[in-house]
């Protein structure tokens, strides 16, 4: 079958360092999305790994370990603004389903 | 702004009711995706469509249906609606022809089945 698990939900305050963590099984890998959402608007894009490494954006930063089934996104000098759900997806190669969505990690960001 | 359209942003209409959500992909974009989000639950795949044929489908109801014209914006039809049926739907869309196909997502259609 198809999993992915996030934390439900996190806590941090403004100007620190978050870590989210992802973690899949899935059958076939065709890299891994992050998106975020604020609360009933539409998923935004922020990263995409392939590779095992970490990829920098700014103040966010994914990594993924492949053989390990692992992602997180890194979100540095936190800001009020930053507060949503973060989605982490599998990109599944071919047709029936192909991007398979976590169910989101819900970040509240405190002064 | 990701490019993407959909109408209408609310819908209220009544148990049994058949609605039709539209979305219009960016530009150049000849996939479209369909997303179903219930209240605090995860992203749960609908349908895709390429270029007008159908893809893939995920756990799309009998109920509900879709298609993609030739002008590549797309339709999400659903019928004999239930109160569960009340959620968010989100469009996608994304390019062709690379591995990543980032997809992008319209602002949502919030429909509510009283």
Redesign the interface.
């Known amino acids: 079958g198809q999993n992915i698990d996030q934390p439900t939900e996190m806590t941090a305050t403004e100007g620190a360092i978050v870590q989210i963590n992802c973690t899949y099984q899935t059958s076939g890998f065709?890299?891994l999305?992050w998106?975020q959402q604020h609360a009933?608007?539409?998923?935004?894009?922020l990263s995409?790994n392939?590779l095992d490494g970490l990829e920098e954006k700014g103040r966010f930063s994914s990594f993924l370990s492949r053989s390990k089934g692992y992602s997180y996104l890194l979100l540095k000098e936190l800001q009020m603004k930053d507060s949503a759900s973060y989605?982490c997806?599998v990109?599944r190669p071919g047709?029936?389903?192909?991007?398979?969505?976590?169910?989101?990690t819900r970040l509240a960001v405190h002064p | 702004d990701?490019g993407v359209t959909q109408t209408p942003k609310h819908l209220i209409t009544a148990t049994g009711q058949r609605v039709t959500l539209r979305c219009s992909p960016r530009s150049g974009d000849l996939s479209v995706?369909w997303y179903q989000q219930s209240l605090d639950?995860?992203?749960q795949?609908l349908i895709?469509y390429y270029n007008g044929e159908e893809?893939?489908?995920?756990n799309i109801l009998e109920r509900f249906s879709a298609q993609q014209f030739p002008d590549l914006h797309s339709e999400l039809n659903l019928s004999s609606l239930e109160l569960g049926d009340s959620a968010?739907y989100?469009c996608a869309s994304s390019a062709p022809g690379t591995?990543?196909?980032?997809?992008?997502?319209?602002?949502?259609t919030?429909l509510l089945v009283l």
């Open positions: 065709n890299g999305f998106y009933g608007e539409a998923p935004t894009f995409y392939v989605l997806a990109n047709g029936y389903n192909k991007l398979i969505f976590g169910a989101g | 990701s995706y639950q995860g992203l795949f895709q893809r893939a489908k995920g968010l989100f591995v990543q196909e980032t997809q992008y997502f319209g602002p949502g919030r």
